[in-house]
């Protein structure tokens, strides 16, 4: 029985992604259609580290 060279794949590799969060209770990936009062919520939330 002849063994056939597996070739590795990385999933997902060279493929974009854009960042999403939840702020104030929506899914954003900008805050650019927020207006001031909602940018400065997010700006003054406290941001957790990994």
């Known amino acids: 029985m002849e063994k056939k060279d ?3 794949e990385v999933v997902g590799q ?3 992604f ?3 969060r939840r702020i104030t209770g929506y899914l ?3 805050v650019d259609r927020f207006n001031n009062a909602k940018r ?3 700006k003054d939330r406290v ?3 990994l």
């Open 40 to 42: 400065s919520e997010e």
């Open 28 to 30: 954003v990936g900008t």
């Open 6 to 8: 597996k070739k590795t």
């Open 14 to 16: 060279g493929v974009g």
């Open 47 to 49: 941001k957790h580290g």
């Open 18 to 20: 854009e960042r999403i």
